[in-house]
C-alpha cells in the first residue's frame, strides 16, 4: 500500500506553483498522485505533497526558481519507466513530483540535417513516428517506447536493442535544453556536427538521472530509413559460439548489424509458459539462441546473404539451427520473445536483477562464473542472463528456486548482487549498463567507482546544485 501521508506543506507555495503552471497542474489529490509514486516492479514507493506539470520550459524555470527561493526538493519524473528508483520522490513526503509529461511537442524535423528537436515529454514511439513521416529514423529502441519519453532516455542515457550500431541515447543528441537548480535556462540547442566551442555541457546532464539539471528539450540525430530488413532467429550451442557468431555477423554486415541478442532455453521456456500466443520458433530445444537483425539501404540480395550468412555459420558448428521472419508480422513475434523475457519472470515469482556490461569476449566466462557465484548463495536458483551480447550489456537475471518463499527469496537480493557483481568488476566490467543508478545502486556506486572519479561528480554536483534540492537521494 502506498502512503499518502505528508507533513504539512506551505499553503502560500502551492498557490505560487498554482500560479506558474495552472490549478489543474498542480495535483494534490492521494487518488490523482498515486500512479506518481510508485514504480513499475513495485520496489519503491514514495509521497509527495504534490505532482506539478508544467507546459512549457519557462514554467520549469519559474519552478525551478522558486525551488531555489524556498528551499524545495524537486523529484523530475517522464513515463514513470525508470528500473533503479530514479523517479520515485522519498517516503518522507517533503519532495515535490515535477511532471514532465506535458513538455510534449515535436518543434521541428529537419530532414535535411537529419536532426529533429522535441520536448522532454514526447515519448519515444512519438519520436520514432515522427522520423518515419519524413522517411527517416530515430534508431533509439526499447521495449517501454510506448511510455518512456525522451527527456527520461537522456536523464539515464538508456540503451536498447540498437546500441550495436548506433549507440546509446547520449550518441543520439547534438544539443540539449536544460533548466538549472537555480531557474535558469542553459539553451544548447544547436544542430551542429562541429562546434568546439569550449565544454560539450550536454554530455554533463546526459545520464545525470535530473541530478544537475532538467533536460526539457533536445536536438535528436536522425539516419536514413533501411530499404530492407532481415530478421533471424537461430540456436546456437553456448555463449562462446554466439561469440563467435557475432565476429562472423560484424564481418559480413557491418554498420548493418543493428540487433544481436543472446537468450537462454529457460528463458525462452517462460516466454512460452507465460506469454499469450507465444510459439516456439524452431523446433527442438536448444541450450542458447540469438535473435540477430540486419539493415540495408537496397532491398535487394539482403535476404539472399543472409541465408549464405546462416548456412556458413551452420556449416561451421556457431549455429544449430535458426529460421529467417518471412514478413513483417513473423519478424514482429520474434522481437516478442525477446522483448518479453523481462516481463514473464515476475509470474514465476522473485526475480534478483543484475543490469552489468562486460568486455564481449569475457561474457561466456562472466555467464559461467556469475552463475557458479549466485548458487553458492541460492543453490537452487534459476538463472536467466539475456540481452544485448552485440554491445556486452548482459541482463544477468535469477528466477527464485520452484516452491521458495518469495520474500524470503528476495530478502537476499543483496547476497546475490555482491556474489554477481564481483564476478563482473573482475572481468573490467559495469554493475549498471544501461539503466542507471538511482537509488537501487547508490550504495554500490561507492564500492566500484575510482575515488577520483566519485570526487569529481560531488564536486559537479555541489557546483551545479548547490542546495542538493534537485533528485535528492539519488545517484550520490
Known amino acids: ?169 547520449r550518441d543520439l543528441v547534438l544539443g540539449i535544453e536544460v533548466v538549472l537548480a537555480d531557474g535558469r535556462v542553459l539553451n544548447g540547442l544547436g544542430k551542429l556536427r562541429k562546434d568546439n566551442t569550449g565544454y560539450d555541457l550536454k554530455h554533463l546532464f546526459i545520464g545525470s538521472e535530473g541530478t544537475l539539471g532538467i533536460i526539457t528539450a533536445a536536438v535528436l540525430k536522425l539516419v536514413p530509413r533501411p530499404a530492407a530488413i532481415g530478421t533471424a532467429f537461430v540456436a546456437t550451442p553456448s555463449p562462446a559460439t554466439a561469440v563467435a557468431l557475432l565476429g562472423r555477423a560484424k564481418a559480413a554486415f557491418g554498420q548493418g548489424l543493428t540487433g544481436f541478442e543472446l537468450m537462454p532455453r529457460f528463458g525462452l521456456d517462460l516466454v512460452l509458459k507465460h506469454l499469450p500466443g507465444a510459439r516456439d520458433p524452431i523446433a527442438g530445444r536448444h541450450d542458447w539462441y540469438v535473435l540477430l537483425e540486419v539493415a540495408a539501404m537496397t532491398a535487394d540480395g539482403l535476404d539472399e546473404r543472409l541465408e549464405a550468412f546462416l548456412e556458413a555459420a551452420l556449416s ?42 562486460v568486455p564481449i569476449a569475457a ?30 550489456n548482459i541482463h544477468f537475471n535469477f528466477t527464485q528456486p520452484v516452491g521458495a518463499d518469495k520474500a524470503a527469496y528476495l530478502a537476499r537480493w543483496g547476497e546475490v548482487n555482491r556474489a554477481v557483481h564481483a564476478v563482473v568488476v573482475a572481468h573490467g566490467g559495469s554493475v549498471s549498463a544501461e539503466h542507471g543508478i538511482g537509488v537501487l545502486k547508490r550504495e554500490l556506486l561507492t564500492e566500484v567507482k575510482d575515488p577520483t572519479a566519485l570526487a569529481v561528480m560531488r564536486a559537479l554536483k555541489a557546483t551545479l546544485d548547490p542546495k542538493g534540492l534537485l533528485n535528492p537521494g539519488k545517484v550520490l
Open 1 to 169: 500500500m502506498t502512503d499518502f501521508s505528508r507533513p504539512a506543506f506551505p499553503a502560500d507555495v502551492l498557490d505560487r506553483l498554482r500560479r506558474i503552471v495552472g490549478a489543474t497542474h498542480v495535483e494534490t489529490d492521494p487518488i490523482d498522485i498515486a500512479p506518481h509514486l510508485e514504480e513499475r516492479r513495485g520496489l519503491w514507493h514514495g509521497a509527495t505533497p504534490a505532482v506539478v506539470s508544467p507546459g512549457t520550459t519557462a514554467e520549469v524555470a519559474a519552478v525551478l526558481a522558486l525551488a531555489d527561493a524556498r528551499g524545495l526538493k524537486i523529484v523530475p519524473q517522464g513515463g514513470n519507466t525508470g528500473l533503479v528508483g530514479g523517479q520515485t520522490p522519498s517516503p518522507v513526503g517533503d519532495e515535490i513530483v515535477l511532471s514532465l509529461t506535458r513538455l510534449d511537442r515535436i518543434r521541428e524535423v529537419d530532414p535535411a540535417s537529419d536532426t529533429m528537436t522535441v520536448e522532454a515529454g514526447v515519448t519515444l514511439a512519438r519520436a520514432q513516428e515522427a522520423a518515419a513521416a519524413v522517411d527517416r529514423l530515430f534508431p533509439l529502441s526499447l521495449a517501454s517506447e510506448g511510455s518512456c519519453t525522451i527527456g527520461g532516455n537522456l536523464a539515464t542515457n538508456a540503451g536498447g536493442t540498437a546500441v550495436i550500431a548506433h549507440g546509446n541515447a
Open 316 to 357: 561451421d558448428g556457431e549455429i544449430e539451427d535458426g529460421v529467417i521472419a518471412g514478413s513483417l508480422d513473423q519478424r514482429a513475434a520474434l522481437w516478442r520473445m525477446r522483448e518479453g523475457m523481462s516481463d514473464v519472470q515476475s509470474l514465476e515469482g522473485g526475480s534478483i536483477k543484475h543490469d552489468v556490461s
Open 363 to 392: 561474457v561466456p566466462e562472466v555467464i559461467e562464473q556469475g552463475i557458479a557465484a549466485a548458487r553458492t548463495v541460492v543453490p537452487d536458483i534459476r538463472p536467466v542472463p539475456f540481452g544485448h551480447l552485440g554491445d556486452g
